[in-house]
């Protein structure tokens, strides 16, 4: 890092820190209690760190799959929508089909990526028949997921609940069968350890390794960076671009399906489930340069945030704090490289 | 008393990690000169001028502009003391205008009438001709160093960098752009820095001129008080046979295996709107065909079509008989045609990936398995291209971006030439390379040949053509318009051939 970049950097971690501290003070409230608050809610104690780790798992699957697409140039961000999807395909499969045993996880989880992927491969298509922009078309595709999430969950014989009696159904799903939850790693007391954040961990290995170690992922990243150079060496660009955001769409539905099945939420599908992870996931990629393995423990940074964010809320401090500490630090991570970037081409 | 000199470098010292870029190096410039900068790949020219632009910061020594001590952190204030480059590379945006490129480095509203108006005014005051609204991606090299210069021109600097501006322009151009340059510091009493490799256009272009070898300056003489020979043999530290950098190498020698019947690469119609407009040309195995002609004539439009950039209008290519699908990636190169593109930085690399994997891209499947790339396999290989092409890096693990220009060139002819293609296409192959390198990428060429590969050299300069091939085309408006026996060829009836004559 140059040296105006790691300054750039140090100014806006500070601003990160301060800024907030100087609004809750202007509010009213004592920022260091609101620090302890943030610190308390997120690794306080187990129960604190057991949110935490869960809240790290499907924002680091959507951050792993964001650092594919965006290493091949096909830039994808539409992630929120791809993860409600997910969670749409998840739930159908869960309650639908009559999978015996545990088996019912793997298939929900499944259907979930390959609803996603091939939710994100339309933008690929859409690019390669008629050169619509890929950041554009994934985006706009977020708020259409939306609107299918929202008209399932409110037509009966799609998935919405059923009721007995005269109570009316709320907008949301009957809930998962049991079997397909996502269960704990191991006994300990207190503290739970989500499959959720082994199968994000695992997952981030592999296309850390598929990125780094294979050809695929060499063609992939030379693609990225320059594709006429790519094109000359004979990669097809498109296609590895649209294999890339497909991949990365099925991370997003994977964390949709995590989503779905851990306890971040009611085990139903509502329009809500998605609870941003898909834009934070793609802060996470951003602040992890594109490196799956970086986007471990940023991805956690992100988690404790959020956990630690929530239990700010209760204590009275508007919510949006955190994510203007959440921006700043984006921000700090980000701006040096840009910076850098500029003063080459001037 | 003395004017101050317009800028004073005093005991400038760089290191990247173990590399010494410039070692201690003094250099006054003075305003109304041309002052050359020589040196081999490597030796720190281009970091030496990125320091001065505030690219780069200099680990120690000082700069003094008109008598007083500056500090330069970055070109904002680079063009603010009145310090402005050309770089070695275009840094133009290839979408835009070209109005728009010109308008793109300054601060301030910006006024389409008003800069248009300033390019013209410009192009009409240094005899630049170039149309302001022309999208710069259609431009040829020669016309995108005319924007370049403009572009810097147009901040009125008073100390102007030219990093190998006319590694791209044919003699004529070259010419052309000392004349402007000898204005600028005459008429201007602006200061003009030159780099080359091109010997002759050191001797006749400047005024004074410094030699730096691996760093260090070994020579600081006034242009008319030395020679082609001393400056050579400084710039390397030895004596040299003077060959490609003063044009009179000898002519090219017969090709050991005579041309065989057999054509290696046959291009028949090719058609491109714009740039080609049926082209055939036939090379055969075991022969260097030169194709001659001025910048912009299509030279480009043939190389993107060899480089599987664009799929022709019209026309097929057929490499050892067989047609190629054109429109499949790497057809081409799976054919066994190897090219050297003309702008190495567009196709020819990929400038974040490491030395080591671009030395390899082309051939990934040579390095690893079925899945997994052999990390160890594509070292060895890297190592042995380096080391076998001379290739100067920080480390084969360095991103590419950190070589001098030269020996990025190496790393592209490298790869291409250890390919063993059937065919091998290098446009302007010569580009960029100090003079012991030329020497010996004309030796690699005619080995290429004697093994019976067909070679095609897409070149604009007489002597390159003249030094290397056995037969030469011409071509002009994407044409070929003329074709004969090198032996044969001069520059009279070259020119005549080039000039759509024919
Ligand atoms: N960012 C960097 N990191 C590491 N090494 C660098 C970096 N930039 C330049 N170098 C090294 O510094 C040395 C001098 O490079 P420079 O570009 O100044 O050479 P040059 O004289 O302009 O050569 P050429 O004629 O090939 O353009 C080279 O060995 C190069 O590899
Ligand atoms: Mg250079």
Same mark, same amino acid.
């Given at each position: 890092?140059?040296?105006?970049?790691?300054?750039?950097?140090?100014?806006?971690?500070?601003?990160?820190?301060?800024?907030?501290?100087?609004?809750?003070?202007?509010?009213?409230?004592?920022?260091?209690?609101?620090?302890?608050?943030?610190?308390?809610?997120?690794?306080?104690?187990?129960?604190?760190?057991?949110?935490?780790?869960?809240?790290?798992?499907?924002?680091?699957?959507?951050?792993?799959?964001?650092?594919?697409?965006?290493?091949?140039?096909?830039?994808?961000?539409?992630?929120?929508?791809?993860?409600?999807?997910?969670?749409?395909?998840?739930?159908?499969?869960?309650?639908?089909?009559?999978?015996?045993?545990?088996?019912?996880?793997?298939?929900?989880?499944?259907?979930?990526?390959?609803?996603?992927?091939?939710?994100?491969?339309?933008?690929?298509?859409?690019?390669?028949?008629?050169?619509?922009?890929?950041?554009?078309?994934?985006?706009?595709?977020?708020?259409?997921?939306?609107?299918?999430?929202?008209?399932?969950?409110?037509?009966?014989?799609?998935?919405?609940?059923?009721?007995?009696?005269?109570?009316?159904?709320?907008?949301?799903?009957?809930?998962?069968?049991?079997?397909?939850?996502?269960?704990?790693?191991?006994?300990?007391?207190?503290?739970?350890?989500?499959?959720?954040?082994?199968?994000?961990?695992?997952?981030?290995?592999?296309?850390?390794?598929?990125?780094?170690?294979?050809?695929?992922?060499?063609?992939?990243?030379?693609?990225?960076?320059?594709?006429?150079?790519?094109?000359?060496?004979?990669?097809?660009?498109?296609?590895?671009?649209?294999?890339?955001?497909?991949?990365?769409?099925?991370?997003?539905?994977?964390?949709?399906?995590?989503?779905?099945?851990?306890?971040?939420?009611?085990?139903?599908?509502?329009?809500?489930?998605?609870?941003?992870?898909?834009?934070?996931?793609?802060?996470?990629?951003?602040?992890?340069?594109?490196?799956?393995?970086?986007?471990?423990?940023?991805?956690?940074?992100?988690?404790?945030?959020?956990?630690?964010?929530?239990?700010?809320?209760?204590?009275?401090?508007?919510?949006?704090?955190?994510?203007?500490?959440?921006?700043?630090?984006?921000?700090?991570?980000?701006?040096?490289?840009?910076?850098?970037?500029?003063?080459?081409?001037? | 008393?003395?004017? @101050?000199?317009?800028?004073?470098?005093?005991?400038?010292?760089?290191?990247?990690?173990?590399?010494?870029?410039?070692?201690?190096?003094?250099?006054?410039?003075?305003?109304?000169?041309?002052?050359?900068?020589?040196?081999?790949?490597?030796?720190?020219?281009?970091?030496?001028?990125?320091?001065?632009?505030?690219? #780069?910061?200099?680990?120690?020594?000082?700069?003094?502009?008109?008598?007083?001590?500056?500090?330069?952190?970055?070109?904002?204030?680079?063009?603010?003391?009145?310090?402005?480059?050309?770089?070695?590379?275009?840094?133009?945006?290839?979408?835009?205008?070209?109005? %728009?490129?010109?308008? !793109?480095?300054?601060?301030?509203?910006?006024?389409?009438?008003?800069?248009?108006?300033?390019?013209?005014?410009?192009?009409?005051?240094?005899? !630049?001709?170039?149309?302001?609204?022309?999208?710069?991606?259609?431009?040829?090299?020669?016309?995108?160093? +005319?924007?370049?210069?403009?572009?810097?021109?147009?901040?009125?600097?008073? *100390?102007?960098?030219?990093? #190998?501006?006319?590694?791209?322009?044919?003699?004529?151009?070259?010419?052309?752009?000392?004349?402007?340059?000898?204005?600028?510091?005459?008429?201007?009493?602006?200061?003009?820095?030159?780099?080359?490799?091109?010997?002759? @256009?050191?001797?006749?272009?400047?005024?004074? /001129?410094?030699?730096?070898?691996?760093?260090?300056?070994?020579?600081? +003489?006034?242009?008319?008080?030395?020679?082609?020979?001393?400056?050579?043999? %400084?710039?390397?530290?030895? #004596?040299?046979?003077?060959?490609?950098?003063?044009?009179?190498?000898?002519?090219?020698?017969?090709?050991?295996?005579?041309?065989?019947?057999?054509?290696?690469?046959?291009?028949?119609?090719?058609?491109?709107?714009?740039?080609?407009?049926?082209?055939?040309?036939?090379?055969?195995?075991?022969?260097?065909?030169?194709?001659?002609?001025?910048?912009?004539?299509?030279?480009?439009?043939?190389?993107?079509?060899?480089?599987?950039?664009?799929?022709?209008?019209?026309?097929?290519? #057929?490499?050892?008989?067989?047609?190629?699908?054109?429109?499949?990636?790497?057809?081409?190169?799976?054919?066994?045609?190897?090219? *050297?593109?003309?702008?190495?930085?567009?196709?020819?690399?990929?400038?974040?990936?490491?030395?080591?994997?671009?030395?390899?891209?082309?051939?990934?499947?040579?390095?690893?398995?079925?899945?997994? /790339?052999?990390?160890?396999?594509?070292?060895?290989?890297?190592?042995?291209?380096?080391?076998?092409?001379?290739?100067?890096?920080?480390?084969?693990?360095?991103?590419?971006?950190?070589?001098?220009?030269?020996?990025?060139?190496?790393? *592209?002819?490298?790869?291409?030439?250890?390919? +063993?293609?059937?065919?091998?296409?290098?446009?302007?192959?010569?580009?960029?390379?100090?003079?012991?390198?030329?020497?010996?990428?004309?030796?690699?060429?005619?080995?290429?040949?004697?093994?019976?590969?067909?070679?095609?050299?897409?070149?604009?300069?007489? %002597?390159?053509?003249?030094?290397?091939?056995?037969?030469?085309?011409?071509?002009?408006?994407?044409?070929?318009?003329? @074709?004969?026996?090198?032996?044969?060829?001069?520059? %009279?009836?070259?020119?005549?051939?080039?000039?759509?004559?024919?």
């Amino acid at each position: 890092m140059t040296r105006t970049g790691a300054w750039v950097s140090a100014v806006i971690v500070a601003a990160a820190v301060v800024l907030p501290g100087l609004l809750i003070a202007v509010t009213g409230g004592s920022p260091a209690a609101a620090l302890r608050a943030l610190i308390q809610g997120s690794l306080g104690d187990a129960t604190a760190v057991s949110q935490t780790l869960l809240y790290a798992a499907p924002l680091l699957l959507v951050a792993v799959g964001a650092c594919c697409s965006a290493r091949s140039g096909a830039f994808n961000i539409g992630q929120e929508g791809q993860v409600l999807i997910g969670a749409l395909a998840g739930a159908a499969a869960g309650l639908r089909l009559a999978v015996p045993g545990p088996a019912l996880l793997v298939v929900v989880l499944l259907a979930a990526a390959l609803a996603a992927g091939a939710w994100a491969w339309l933008s690929a298509l859409m690019n390669r028949l008629r050169g619509v922009d890929i950041a554009v078309s994934t985006l706009l595709m977020t708020f259409l997921a939306q609107q299918v999430v929202a008209f399932a969950v409110t037509t009966p014989w799609l998935l919405q609940e059923s009721r007995l009696g005269a109570a009316a159904a709320l907008p949301q799903s009957n809930k998962l069968p049991s079997r397909a939850l996502l269960g704990s790693l191991g006994d300990h007391p207190g503290l739970q350890l989500n499959l959720g954040l082994a199968v994000g961990i695992v997952v981030a290995v592999l296309v850390a390794v598929a990125l780094d170690r294979t050809r695929w992922g060499f063609r992939l990243t030379m693609a990225g960076l320059n594709p006429a150079a790519a094109r000359h060496a004979g990669i097809s660009v498109t296609a590895v671009g649209g294999i890339a955001l497909t991949v990365s769409g099925a991370l997003a539905g994977l964390a949709g399906a995590v989503l779905l099945t851990s306890p971040l939420s009611t085990n139903r599908l509502q329009p809500d489930i998605s609870i941003n992870i898909g834009w934070d996931g793609l802060l996470v990629a951003l602040v992890a340069r594109n490196r799956p393995l970086l986007a471990i423990p940023i991805a956690g940074l992100f988690a404790v945030l959020r956990a630690g964010g929530n239990f700010l809320a209760a204590t009275g401090v508007p919510p949006y704090l955190v994510d203007v500490v959440k921006a700043l630090l984006t921000l700090a991570f980000v701006a040096p490289a840009v910076l850098r970037r500029r003063s080459v081409i001037a | 008393m003395a004017p @101050e000199p317009a800028l004073r470098l005093r005991g400038i010292t760089k290191r990247y990690g173990a590399v010494v870029a410039c070692d201690g190096v003094d250099l006054t410039l003075e305003r109304g000169e041309i002052h050359g900068l020589l040196g081999e790949n490597g030796a720190g020219k281009s970091t030496l001028m990125r320091i001065l632009l505030g690219l #780069e910061t200099q680990d120690s020594g000082a700069i003094d502009r008109d008598g007083r001590a500056v500090t330069i952190t970055g070109p904002r204030q680079a063009a603010a003391l009145g310090i402005s480059m050309v770089h070695q590379h275009f840094s133009l945006v290839d979408p835009l205008a070209v109005w %728009e490129n010109v308008a !793109l480095g300054q601060s301030g509203p910006v006024r389409r009438a008003a800069v248009r108006a300033g390019v013209r005014a410009a192009a009409e005051r240094y005899g !630049l001709a170039i149309d302001p609204d022309a999208r710069v991606g259609s431009l040829s090299a020669g016309e995108r160093q +005319r924007v370049e210069l403009l572009k810097c021109l147009r901040r009125d600097p008073a *100390v102007l960098i030219m990093d #190998e501006p006319t590694s791209v322009l044919t003699r004529a151009e070259s010419a052309e752009l000392f004349a402007v340059l000898r204005r600028v510091v005459a008429a201007e009493h602006r200061a003009v820095v030159l780099i080359s490799h091109k010997l002759a @256009e050191i001797t006749t272009a400047t005024d004074r /001129v410094t030699v730096i070898r691996a760093g260090r300056v070994v020579l600081r +003489r006034a242009t008319a008080a030395t020679t082609e020979a001393e400056l050579a043999r %400084e710039m390397v530290g030895r #004596e040299v046979t003077l060959g490609a950098a003063v044009g009179v190498l000898p002519h090219a020698p017969a090709p050991a295996a005579p041309a065989s019947s057999q054509a290696a690469l046959r291009l028949r119609g090719l058609t491109t709107r714009p740039g080609l407009d049926d082209l055939c040309l036939t090379v055969h195995a075991g022969e260097i065909v030169g194709l001659y002609g001025a910048e912009g004539n299509g030279q480009k439009s043939l190389g993107d079509v060899l480089s599987g950039l664009t799929v022709p209008d019209a026309g097929t290519v #057929e490499v050892a008989g067989a047609p190629v699908d054109l429109r499949r990636p790497g057809a081409l190169s799976a054919a066994g045609l190897g090219i *050297v593109p003309e702008d190495r930085h567009h196709a020819g690399v990929v400038l974040d990936l490491s030395v080591a994997e671009n030395l390899v891209m082309t051939r990934l499947g040579d390095v690893s398995g079925r899945v997994f /790339v052999d990390r160890r396999r594509l070292r060895r290989r890297a190592r042995a291209l380096a080391d076998e092409y001379g290739i100067t890096a920080p480390s084969l693990d360095s991103p590419l971006r950190t070589l001098s220009g030269g020996n990025q060139q190496r790393v *592209v002819l490298a790869r291409e030439l250890s390919g +063993r293609p059937r065919v091998l296409v290098a446009a302007q192959p010569s580009r960029g390379l100090d003079v012991g390198a030329v020497e010996d990428l004309y030796a690699r060429l005619r080995r290429c040949a004697s093994d019976g590969i067909a070679v095609l050299v897409i070149s604009t300069e007489l %002597e390159e053509i003249l030094a290397l091939t056995t037969r030469v085309a011409t071509i002009f408006r994407g044409r070929i318009v003329g @074709e004969l026996p090198t032996a044969q060829a001069d520059a %009279e009836r070259l020119g005549l051939l080039t000039g759509g004559a024919a």
